[in-house]
């Protein structure tokens, strides 16, 4: 016995599926710009963990004073939970559309924290920012588990 989907006059599906939202592709992004972010940590906590004193820093005074193996394991910890986070938004799990907000957050504060240094990264970072918290916020629970 074959299946096939009928469409009513409005494009949407009749077979029983719900359809589904545009919104789904930038809950897709989030999820997608949290791994990468998250492995982006992982890899330069690799870098602190392992590379030693090669790290540069910009300030003569910097904002924190830790030694690289600090940074590396911040980094490290911080990439790992991000990385499970945003595989999990796919998974349509609550708490991870959480933890990308509060990352986010975090981003936009601490690019708005360098505008004076880096202005267009700042900016771009902080748009990119409110696209994934508007994504996860509003339209998170699109992503059914």
Known sequence: ???????????????????????????????????????????????????????????????LDLDPTAWGWLHVLFGGVVVVAGLCVFAGQAWARGVGVLIASVSMLVNFGFMGDDPIRSVLMIALAVVVVMALTVHGSDIKP
């Open 1 to 63: 016995m074959e299946h096939e989907a009928t469409h009513g006059g409005d494009g949407s599906a009749t077979d029983g599926y719900p359809a589904v939202s545009s919104w789904v592709g930038w809950i897709a992004f989030a999820g997608v710009t949290m791994v990468v972010l998250g492995a982006f940590h992982l890899m330069q906590g690799l870098v602190a963990l392992f590379g030693g004193p090669q790290i540069v820093a910009r300030w003569a005074d910097p904002l």
